[in-house]
C-alpha cells in the first residue's frame, strides 16, 4: 500500500535562514509525489510535483524539492525562508492502481520567525 | 491555473437539519472529485471519490447516507450533511482532477467550515 511520512509536526526557522520539511514515501512502482500548502481556514494550494525527469523540481513561491529514490524521499526545501511561508503543508502521493486516490501526510506547520 | 470554487465558506446550521456544500471546477473539466474532512490540527481524511455521471466511492467508516455525494456534472459536485449533528462540524474540502489535460495534480476548493449547534 502506498503512503506518506512527515515525521515533524512542527518545523521553526529563522527568517532568512534555508528551511527543509521532510517527507518519505512508500509506493511500489514509480510514484507520483506532489507538496502542498495550507493557510489557516483555507484549501491546499499546489506547490510542485515529481512524476518523472530531473529529480530537483522547483514550484511556486521558491520553493523546490529533491527525489532521492534510495532514500524514498522527497524533503521540500527553500534557500531563504519568509515570514509569509509560515503555513501546514501536506506532502501527498497518488495511489498508481488507477483510482486517483491521493495519499496525504500529516502535515508539517512551518513557523518562520522573524 | 485551474480553479476549483467551494461554497458555501462557512455555514453554521442546527441540530437536525441538512447542509449542502457545492464544490465547482470552474475552468476545466472535473471528471473526479475528492471530498475531505479535515478536524482542527489533523491531516485530510478522504471521504469519498466521485466520478462524474456514477455513484460515489466511500471511504471506509464514511457513512454513505450521511454524506450525499452527488456529481451530476463535469464542473458539479454536491456534498450533503444529512441531519446534521454537532460531532459533524469540521472543514470540509474538496478537491479535483482534470481529467482532460491530466497534469497529475489536484486542484483545491477552498474549503466550507460547517458548524452544527
Known amino acids: 500500500a502506498q503512503s506518506v511520512a512527515q515525521p515533524e509536526d512542527q518545523v521553526n526557522v529563522a527568517e532568512g535562514n534555508p528551511l527543509t520539511v521532510k517527507c518519505t514515501y512508500s509506493?511500489?512502482?514509480?510514484?507520483?509525489l506532489f507538496w502542498y500548502v495550507q493557510y489557516p481556514n483555507r484549501g491546499l494550494q499546489f506547490l510542485l510535483k515529481?512524476?518523472?525527469?530531473?529529480?530537483l523540481v522547483k514550484g511556486s513561491y521558491g520553493f523546490e524539492a529533491e527525489f532521492n529514490k534510495s532514500q524514498t524521499s522527497f524533503h521540500l526545501k527553500k534557500p531563504s525562508a519568509l515570514v509569509s511561508d509560515s503555513a501546514l503543508y501536506f506532502c501527498?502521493?497518488?495511489?498508481?492502481?488507477?483510482?486517483?486516490?491521493?495519499?496525504f501526510g500529516t502535515g508539517t506547520r512551518l513557523k518562520v520567525l522573524a | 491555473g485551474a480553479v476549483v470554487s467551494q461554497h458555501p465558506s462557512r455555514v453554521i446550521c442546527k441540530s437536525g437539519t441538512s447542509v449542502k456544500i457545492e464544490c465547482r471546477s470552474l475552468?476545466?473539466?472535473?471528471?473526479?472529485m475528492f471530498w475531505y474532512r479535515q478536524f482542527p490540527k489533523q491531516s485530510l481524511m478522504l471521504m469519498a471519490t466521485?466520478?462524474?455521471?456514477?455513484?460515489?466511492?466511500?471511504e471506509q467508516g464514511v457513512e454513505k447516507d450521511k454524506f450525499l455525494i452527488n456529481h451530476a456534472s463535469l464542473t458539479l459536485s454536491t456534498l450533503t450533511v444529512t441531519s446534521a449533528h454537532p460531532e459533524d462540524s469540521s472543514f470540509y474540502i474538496c478537491?479535483?482532477?482534470?481529467?482532460?489535460?491530466?497534469?497529475?495534480?489536484?486542484?483545491f476548493g477552498e474549503g466550507s467550515r460547517l458548524t452544527v449547534l
Open positions: 466521485s466520478n462524474e455521471g456514477s455513484k460515489a466511492t466511500y
Open positions: 478537491s479535483a482532477r482534470d481529467g482532460l489535460r491530466n497534469t497529475g495534480e489536484l486542484f
Open positions: 515529481y512524476i518523472t525527469g530531473d529529480n
Open positions: 475552468d476545466f473539466q472535473a471528471t473526479t
Open positions: 509506493v511500489s512502482g514509480n510514484p507520483y
Open positions: 501527498a502521493v497518488r495511489d498508481m492502481a488507477g483510482t486517483y486516490k491521493y495519499i
